[in-house]
């Protein structure tokens, strides 16, 4: 194993960064973790300090490099990241220094901006020309709510000595010690700034958030040369050959290569994303139409997404909140002590709706309680919550995309769960595969870096390794049990809309 050539992945999630080695078929040698601290200083704000994020990262390169041999040290020969999405910082060219905090994807204290840019008919260009929604997720309205309260942002601003990018662009300042300041093509599409036909930066929407054109990245196709690794870090001379979005990236590691097909990871959130080739597909249910990766000459493969706010924060709820169990997978334990959630309800909108009501001030509810209502009913009805919101993005997508989906790959942390994944089967009456191993995130932009170095010829030619190893639930209920199951369902989530109004 040593001999072979590995490639290198660092993933920067909400809770934690990750950082692993893969061989050149894609299985993993060795990973490692650093946890990071979510800050919530009001209802609907979700932020985190810049600095941390790096330092979380930088952690978890130093951890996996003391886990390698010298020789494995040596033989990684590329770099790929791959990185929360939306999540906005803002920083000082000068110094490298954020401008205040970094506004999480999950924040939904810009509400009332993206309602005034609505009311003021802004919505259908921005929509056309992105194939995003005017949202809180996305990252414009966070930049324009930092440049007009956030006193640093606001003198760097006035300094014109002012960097915006998302996670991905952060890192790779920081890793290349300021050489590069580079939005790849996948994480700049969920923006709100990108054109998605031409994938060009729009002048004009840099002009309504007041963020000057200096200050963007510049952008660049998903696989490149951006650089190496900083003398100094752990894998310093480590060339940077790809940057993808965290979902994006997943949907690569889950080998969907193919027009149609489709996977859904259970991380912090739950999204599900659907390959549809080279060709843009647009939903009028809230699903989104995104970029989900290019070659090197940055041509483009578009994806259909739907994106859940809350699916890990569920079972960190019931830990953390409710502290009706004391570690993460005791969720299932809890869950099998009952046969069923007895007509008990969970839904997770607990920062709001993301697809397809995409309402931020939905608040999230437990519905169906009786007196004999138990522990056991609440955990079951978490993880069945989780599974029939990406029941509802599965209808979504087959409508928008014209055709069933198939077989829905799985991974991230909650697709350990096979309480929730037969749930999906159940909801969705698709099967579900889920691999052995769930790291498809880092995977992804592993293979992606991989292919741009010349380790791996063809993705294509790993497709028949998807299926060895892979854990398979089917439906167990029929079609009339599924449809009430989903009719409860709807009316449950319809009111947790609109809390606020």
């Not at 292919?451 to 029929?478: M, W």
């Amino acid at each position: 194993m040593a001999n072979q050539p590995l490639l290198l992945a660092l993933d920067q999630g909400t809770s934690s960064s990750r950082a692993a080695v893969f061989n050149s078929v894609g299985q993993i040698v060795a990973s490692a973790s650093a946890p990071l601290k979510i800050e919530y200083p009001a209802d609907g704000w979700v932020q985190q300090d810049p600095n941390q994020i790096w330092v979380s990262q930088r952690e978890a390169m130093r951890s996996l490099s003391n886990k390698l041999s010298t020789e494995q040290n040596n033989a990684v020969v590329a770099c790929g990241i791959t990185n929360q999405r939306e999540t906005t910082i803002l920083w000082r060219r000068s110094d490298s220094q954020p401008c205040g905090p970094a506004l999480v994807w999950q924040d939904g204290r810009t509400a009332d901006t993206c309602f005034q840019w609505k009311q003021d008919g802004l919505e259908k260009e921005w929509s056309h020309r992105t194939g995003l929604l005017l949202d809180p997720y996305f990252s414009a309205s966070k930049i324009d709510w930092l440049l007009k309260h956030d006193q640093q942002a606001i003198h760097a601003l006035a300094d014109d000595d002012i960097c915006f990018g998302t996670v991905e662009s952060w890192l790779l300042w920081n890793l290349t010690s300021g050489k590069f300041h580079c939005s790849d093509m996948s994480n700049a599409s969920r923006t709100l700034l990108m054109d998605l036909e031409h994938c060009a930066w729009v002048d004009a929407f840099c002009d309504t958030i007041g963020l000057p054109t200096n200050a963007l990245p510049e952008l660049v196709p998903c696989r490149g040369e951006f650089g190496t690794i900083s003398k100094g870090l752990p894998f310093e001379g480590v060339p940077i050959r790809g940057m993808l979005g965290d979902q994006q990236a997943a949907t690569l590691g889950q080998l969907c290569l193919q027009k149609g097909e489709a996977k859904c990871t259970y991380g912090t959130g739950a999204f599900l994303v659907v390959n549809t080739g080279t060709n843009i597909y647009r939903s009028s249910d809230g699903l989104l139409s995104t970029l989900g990766w290019t070659d090197a000459n940055g041509t483009p493969t578009y994806c259909l997404e739907g994106s859940l706010f809350n699916a890990g924060t569920v079972v960190q709820w019931l830990r953390d909140g409710l502290e009706i169990i004391d570690k993460a997978e005791d969720v299932n334990t809890l869950a099998e002590e009952v046969e069923n959630a007895a007509g008990v309800m969970l839904v997770p909108a607990f920062t709001g709706w993301g697809t397809p009501h995409w309402d931020p001030s939905a608040r999230g509810l437990i519905i169906g309680l009786t007196r004999d209502s138990r522990k056991g009913h609440i955990a079951r009805a978490a993880l069945e919550g989780i599974a029939l919101s990406v029941a509802t993005l599965v209808e979504l997508a087959a409508k928008s995309f014209g055709q069933s989906l198939g077989e829905l790959a799985v991974d991230g942390g909650a697709a350990a769960s096979n309480l929730l994944l037969q749930a999906q089967a159940n909801s969705t009456g698709l099967t579900v595969r889920r691999p052995r191993s769930l790291e498809s995130t880092a995977r992804g932009v592993a293979l992606l870096a991989g292919v741009q170095v010349g380790v791996i010829s063809d993705l294509h030619k790993l497709e028949d390794k998807k299926e060895v190893d892979a854990n398979y639930f089917r439906p167990t209920i029929d079609h009339e049990t599924r449809r009430q199951w989903i009719d409860r369902w709807n009316k449950a989530v319809n009111r947790s809309l609109y809390w606020h109004a």
